[in-house]
């Protein structure tokens, strides 16, 4: 629990005081989830043993999310090509484009998907969409606003951690 409290005091001071390295970092890790998850999705469809009827949406979902999250992970390169407000717009849309799939894909697979993936897929797809729709909505500022607020709920919830674990290591 120490661990846990140390790593949330430094990521909230770094939220307040630099937040435009940790909005950096943010989006890098988000970056890497959307390739991975993308990437994951086609290499399990590489070992299926046979096609459903969704298949080449499926193949489109991987694609788009592979493609969002490189544009992410090379944004100087992208933002060169698109600027700045051109490459956020595009991975909002690529984003709800994601959502749009994985909504498609949970409704029309599930009657034959395992029990209990429908719900999962579902909160994927919104988790997606409010990705895409934060990024069209809420510009940079906002973000950055976003990222100070968390930082001093982080470094609060830090403090308390500490605070309780002091607190249980002496009352021992």
Known sequence: MAL??????????????????????????????MILDGGLGLWRLAFALERSS????????????????????????????????????????LALLVAALDLYLAIASRDTAPKGSF??????????AAFGLLLLFFPIAGAMTLIKIAGGLMLAYG????????????TA
Do not use: D, K
């Not at 493609?67 to 909002?92: H, K, P, R």
């Not at 999962?120 to 997606?128: E, K, R, V």
């Open 119 to 128: 719900w999962p897929s579902l909160m994927g797809a919104a988790l997606y």
């Open 159 to 170: 403090v308390f951690l500490i605070y309780s674990v002091w607190n249980v290591t002496h």
């Open 4 to 33: 846990r409290a140390g790593i949330m005091v430094v990521g909230g001071l770094l939220g307040l005081f630099w937040p435009s390295g940790a909005l950096a970092t943010l989006v890098t890790i988000g970056g890497v989830l």
């Open 54 to 93: 969704q298949f080449w949406a499926t193949v489109a979902r991987g694609a788009v999310a592979v493609i969002a999250g490189l544009m992410i992970v090379g944004y100087q390169l992208s933002s060169s090509a698109l600027g700045e407000s051109g490459l956020v717009t595009t991975i909002a849309v």
